[in-house]
C-alpha cells in the first residue's frame, strides 16, 4: 500500500472526496444522473502554517472537516428535499443553518460521550474512593455509550445506505493505493476498511480521554468539567497524529494499533453495490490522477 494523500467521506446518496484544497462531491439524483460537483476549500483559516506543526494541525484538521462535511452533507440533501423540486440557493441562510446545526452537534457529542459518563461515575465517587479508579470507570462508561451509539446508528435504514457509501469510499481509495486500475471489478474486491477513517479516529478519541483524564487532579467538580473541555481539542490532535501515521505506515506495531478502529469500521461501513462504487469513482476521477500516481508508483 502506497500513501495517495486523498480522503472523503460519505454524504447522503454521494460520496465526497478530497485531494489537497480541492474536492468533488458526487452524488446519484433520484433520476439516476450521478451529477458532480468540484470546489476549492483551503480550511476555515488562513494560515496554512498551523496545518504543518504537529499537534495542532490535527485540532485545524478537525474544524476543517466538520465545516467541510456538514457543507458536502448538506449539498447532497439538497437533490432530496421534497418542496416542489426546488432547492434553496440563499447562501447566507445555508450558511447560518449549517453553523447552527454544526455547534449542536459538537455539543450534543460533548454531552453524550463526555459529560453523561463524569456524571455517571460521579454518583459512585462516595463508594470508589480512588479517583484513578473511578476516571477508568467513567472511561469504561464512555465506551459503552460510543459502541451502543454505534449499534443504534447502523440500524437505521437510511443510515445504512450512507455506511454502503462509506464503504464504496474506503474501496476506492484502498483499489487505488495498492496499484489497480479504478475501475468497477477492481474496487469491488477492494478493502472496506481503511486505517484513515474517521471511524477510527473517534475511537481513538475515546481510548485518548480515557488516558488523559487519569491525571486529572482536582477536588473541584466544575474544574474537572472545565479540564475535560480544555483537553479535548488536546485529544483530537493526538489522535490526528496517530491517524496520519498510520495512514502512510506499515509498522507492525502502528498496524496492531490500528486492529480495534479497523474492527469497528465493520459496523460504520456496508459492502456497497455497484451503481454506489461508479458515484465513488466519479468523485475520485474529478479530484485525483489515479492514472499518473500508478504510473509513479508502480512500474507495471
Not at 449539498?75 to 447560518?96: I, L, P, R, T
Request: contains cysteine; glycine residues 8%.
Amino acid at each position: 500500500m502506497k500513501y495517495s494523500g486523498i480522503g472523503g467521506q460519505a454524504v447522503m446518496e454521494g460520496v465526497m472526496m478530497k485531494n489537497g484544497g480541492q474536492y468533488a462531491v458526487a452524488v446519484r439524483k433520484p433520476d439516476g444522473e450521478i451529477i458532480v460537483d468540484t470546489k476549492e476549500y483551503n480550511g476555515i483559516l488562513p494560515f496554512g502554517i498551523l496545518k504543518k506543526i504537529p499537534f495542532v494541525r490535527g485540532i485545524v484538521n478537525f474544524i476543517d472537516s466538520l465545516v467541510l462535511g456538514m457543507r458536502t452533507l448538506m449539498y447532497s440533501a439538497s437533490f432530496f428535499e421534497e418542496e416542489d423540486g426546488e432547492k434553496n440557493k440563499n447562501e447566507a441562510k445555508e450558511s447560518f443553518v449549517m453553523g447552527v446545526t454544526m455547534f449542536v452537534s459538537v455539543a450534543a457529542a460533548v454531552v453524550l460521550f463526555m459529560m453523561i459518563p463524569y456524571f455517571i461515575s460521579a454518583l459512585f465517587g462516595k463508594m470508589i474512593h480512588s479517583q484513578a479508579l473511578l476516571a477508568v470507570f467513567e472511561g469504561a462508561l464512555r465506551m459503552v455509550i460510543f459502541f451502543t451509539y454505534i449499534l443504534l446508528i447502523s440500524r437505521m435504514e437510511d443510515i445504512q445506505r450512507v455506511f454502503m457509501y462509506h464503504g464504496a469510499e474506503h474501496k476506492c481509495i484502498n483499489c487505488i493505493e495498492h496499484g489497480m486500475e479504478l475501475n468497477v471489478e477492481n474496487v469491488r474486491k477492494s478493502s472496506r476498511l481503511h486505517k484513515r477513517c474517521g471511524t477510527s479516529f473517534l475511537f481513538l478519541v475515546v481510548c485518548i480521554s480515557i488516558i488523559f483524564f487519569l491525571f486529572i487532579r482536582t477536588d473541584s467538580g466544575m474544574m474537572r468539567i472545565v479540564i475535560r473541555l480544555l483537553l479535548v481539542p488536546v485529544i483530537a490532535g493526538c489522535a490526528y497524529e496517530f491517524i496520519r501515521l498510520a495512514g502512510k505506515s506499515e509498522n507492525a506495531l502502528v498496524n496492531l494499533l490500528s486492529r480495534p478502529g479497523l474492527a469497528l469500521q465493520k459496523l460504520t461501513t456496508r459492502e456497497p453495490d455497484d451503481s454506489m462504487i461508479e458515484v465513488g469513482i466519479a468523485s475520485v476521477e474529478a479530484v485525483f490522477d489515479w492514472k499518473a500516481y500508478r504510473k509513479e508508483n508502480w512500474k507495471s
